[in-house]
T-cell receptor
């Protein structure tokens, strides 16, 4: 079982460039989310979705866009990369709303913005 | 003060030792998660609990709702247990937000 597949694993961007981090899950989970992980801080929620066609902002949404056209896919778009977006990004899914069922994480994307 | 506090931040143990990692929180919760993250690796869910105790292999998680405290125990620790252990809580009510601790870095030496 693939679970949650996240690509790419590593990415280097120049300031101002845009890119999309891909996330796909094959467990038919309704709830998907994106987090960023920075040294000395807990995971922080960027955006989340409770089902296809529905997205909402998390704790740190500025500079990021998401869409949920299918149950399986939840891409995260960086519109104009900034050095402050250097981080490790994780996509996660669960069968129920955030925190009410076990979480399944992707392997992470390490992003560096120069 | 963070809403979720873990202790210790760093822990070094010898193989075979019994290990305890603590998580205290200041909000009312509906569920608490323990996660494991190996260096450079992804994050794996170990436990989700809302009361009592759960056991999986050498890992045991307990929660005391009244004291707002949870512990993760590892019995007969092994070097492969070396990882960051993260506690996360889901607030009660309609909130859709998980609050994460900053993690406990565990190193088990052979």
């Amino acid at each position: 079982n693939a679970g949650v597949t996240q690509t790419p694993k590593f990415q280097v961007l120049k300031t101002g460039q845009s890119m999309t981090l891909q996330c796909a899950q094959d467990m038919n989970h309704e709830y998907m989310s994106w987090y960023r992980q920075d040294p000395g801080m807990g995971l922080r929620l960027i955006h989340y979705s409770v089902g296809a066609g529905i997205t909402d902002q998390g704790e740190v949404p500025n500079g990021y866009n998401v869409s949920r056209s299918t149950t399986e896919d939840f891409p995260l778009r960086l519109l104009s990369a900034a050095p402050s977006q250097t981080s490790v990004y994780f996509c996660a899914s669960s069968s129920q709303g955030n925190g009410n069922s076990p979480l399944h994480f992707g392997n992470g994307t390490r992003l560096t913005v120069t | 003060k963070n809403e979720v506090e873990q202790s210790p931040q760093n822990l070094t143990a010898q193989e075979g030792e019994f290990i305890t990692i603590n998580c205290s929180y200041s909000v009312g919760i509906s569920a608490l998660h323990w996660l494991q993250q190996h260096p450079g690796g992804g994050i794996v869910s170990l436990f989700m609990l809302s009361s009592g105790k759960k056991k999986h292999g050498r890992l045991i998680a307990t929660i005391n709702i009244q004291e707002k405290h949870s512990s993760l125990h590892i019995t007969a620790s092994h070097p492969r247990d070396s990882a960051v252990y993260i506690c996360a809580v889901r607030g009660g009510g309609a909130t859709n937000k998980l609050i994460f601790g900053t993690g406990t870095l565990l190193a088990v030496q052979p």
